[in-house]
């Protein structure tokens, strides 16, 4: 079942085309990554999704129904890059304040964030004030308010800015347990090695439009340019062949580009002639790091790699 549906969203300021003609779909229990660079309209579709924006064209649909920001809202948690809490608010007056602010009775509100105060750690912060949090503390708290309501939906912004590596872990744990209990959870962050590891599907934005849509290993296979590393024991012999392109050479290992109309075991038959023992055979797929790169600077990918060493 699709819990979000999102069809040709399109929002404009003056004449910048915020979000130009954007569609996608999340399925139930899925960790959706959306990518962009600064300014590509991430924070404009996410502020629309929330019901903080209206789009100019376009549907939003939950749970299969059309989105109404007054009613399904409370269906939605939201951890924006920025802290949006009462500085002179105490911490447990706060989180129990805007969970009933999400529909939960005072009982439930107190109850709920007990639970996960003890979970992360914080029964000791209940008297504490905002403005006497570091920036990880902070992050904390905003996630325990994000989620404390049990939403369907999970937006998180920016989720491990600030944590330190035990706390980042605990955070992550946290996200895929919730999306195993169902929860549909949308990460936008510039850490691309992250959503490689915690999402299943991206989609990548850039001057408002949307130019990359996928699982991560979908995309990551749709831009791969026939790299190989290999491994090997010994290599006196030359190391030119029609069948590849020499990309980089260091130690024992060697990355070629193979070339077109050549396929990966005639060059692992051209080392087998030359008499070298090959001790590994290995794929490089692209990092959504590099593709990101390519795609919004027009780099290629290859630019990853040693150059030949004589």
Avoid at 84 to 101: C, E, P, T
Avoid at 113 to 139: A, C, R, T, Y
Avoid at 254 to 272: A, D, M, T, W
Avoid at 293 to 306: D, S
Wanted: hydrophobic share 40%.
């Amino acid at each position: 079942m699709n819990v979000l549906e999102v069809k040709n969203l399109k929002k404009y300021f003056a004449t910048q085309k915020a979000v130009d003609d954007i569609s996608f779909e999340l399925k139930k229990g899925s960790i959706f990554g959306l990518l962009g660079p600064n300014g590509a309209g991430k924070t404009t579709l996410i502020r629309m999704i929330t019901g903080i924006f209206y789009p100019d064209e376009g549907e939003i649909y939950l749970e299969g129904e059309k989105f109404d920001p007054n009613n399904d809202a409370l269906k939605i948690g939201y951890m924006p890059e920025e802290r949006g809490l009462y500085k002179k608010m105490k911490i447990g007056d706060q989180a129990v304040f805007l969970s009933r602010l999400k529909g939960l009775s005072k009982g439930d509100a107190i109850a709920s964030v007990k639970e996960w105060f003890i979970k992360f750690e914080m029964q000791s912060w209940w008297n504490k004030k905002i403005e006497d949090l570091s920036k990880g503390m902070g992050q904390k708290l905003q996630f325990v308010i994000t989620v404390l309501h049990r939403p369907k939906l999970i937006i998180l912004d920016e989720p491990f800015s600030g944590l330190d590596p035990v706390n980042a872990n605990l955070i992550k744990d946290e996200i895929y347990a919730l999306a195993q209990k169902g929860a549909t959870i949308i990460f936008s962050t510039h850490r691309m090695e992250q959503v490689e590891e915690i999402c299943d599907h991206i989609i990548l934005v850039n001057k408002g439009k949307k130019i990359v849509d996928g699982s991560v290993s979908g995309v990551k296979q749709q831009f791969k340019e026939n790299l190989f590393e290999i491994g090997f024991e010994n290599a006196s012999g030359s190391l030119s062949s029609p069948a590849f392109t020499l990309i980089g050479k260091r130690d024992r290992h060697i990355v070629v580009k193979i070339n077109e109309g050549y396929r990966s075991n005639q060059v692992l038959q051209f080392f087998i002639q030359q008499g070298v023992e090959i001790l590994s055979f290995t794929e490089l797929l692209p990092s959504l790091n590099d593709i990101f790169i390519k795609l919004v600077e027009g780099t290629p990918l290859a630019r990853q790699f040693q150059p030949v060493m004589a």
